[in-house]
């Protein structure tokens, strides 16, 4: 059982570069979110996902995309990365009941922009 | 708006003994649930409690317990018997009508032997 799924662990970009964080989670969850945390911060929402066929803005969406690709995968896309995106993306998951929200995350994806 | 406040950037405590971590929080929500997660230095986020707005006794599970008072909008984390695997970051959070949570700035927690 895996979970909640990031792909990939490590990367490193080039200012201008664009790339896709993978997220998929096996758990049936309806709600998806992907945040970013920065050293001695906690975690920003970007972007996040109530259900299959919608998508949202959080705290921190500029500079950012998603796609909500079916109810398993949530990806979340950097057009032209900046080094002020330089930090640790996480996917999380919930399973969208009442107040009682507890999140499921992922391993995180350790983003380097030079 | 919700919003998370944990005033210890670091902790230390001696192996075996309890420890007090501090959240306080804000919000709006008549109906909300507080969590608190825990980061080991390898980064994964570990959920370890959480507290409903409505739940007459304070939640706990084996070590952890969350010391929730309504009226301060504090939801303290105790952890007994402290471990050297306890040595992590922890997270208070705030999740409400939005379906979102709201994190705090975090507390290390270094438990020495």
């Known amino acids: 059982n895996a979970g909640v799924t990031q792909t990939p662990k490590f990367q490193v970009l080039k200012t201008g570069q664009s790339m896709t964080l993978q997220c998929a989670q096996d758990m049936n969850h309806n709600s998806m979110y992907w945040y970013r945390q920065d050293p001695g911060m906690g975690l920003r929402l970007i972007y996040y996902s109530a259900s299959e066929g919608t998508t949202d803005k959080g705290e921190v969406p500029n500079g950012y995309n998603v796609s909500r690709l079916n109810k398993r995968e949530f990806s979340l896309r950097l057009e032209s990365a900046a080094p002020s995106q330089t930090s640790v993306y996480f996917c999380?998951?919930?399973?969208?009941?009442?107040?009682?929200?507890?999140?499921?995350f992922g391993a995180g994806t350790r983003l380097s922009v030079l | 708006a919700q919003k998370i406040t944990q005033t210890q950037p670091g902790m230390f405590v001696q192996e075996k003994e309890a420890v007090t971590l501090d959240c306080t929080y804000d919000?709006?929500?008549?109906?909300?649930?507080l969590f608190w997660y825990k980061q080991p230095s390898s980064g994964e986020m570990i959920f370890l409690i959480y507290q409903g707005s409505y739940d007459q006794q304070n939640a706990t599970e084996g070590r952890y317990s969350l010391n929730f008072q309504k009226a301060r909008k504090s939801a303290n984390l105790v952890i007994s018997a402290s471990q050297l695997g306890d040595s992590a970051m922890y997270f208070c959070?705030?999740?409400?009508?939005?379906?979102?949570?709201?994190f705090g700035s975090g507390t290390q927690l270094t438990v020495l032997p």
């Open positions: 959070a705030i999740g409400g009508s939005a379906r979102q949570l709201t």
């Open positions: 919000t709006s929500d008549p109906s909300y649930g």
């Open positions: 999380a998951t919930q399973s969208g009941l009442g107040a009682k929200n507890i999140q499921y």
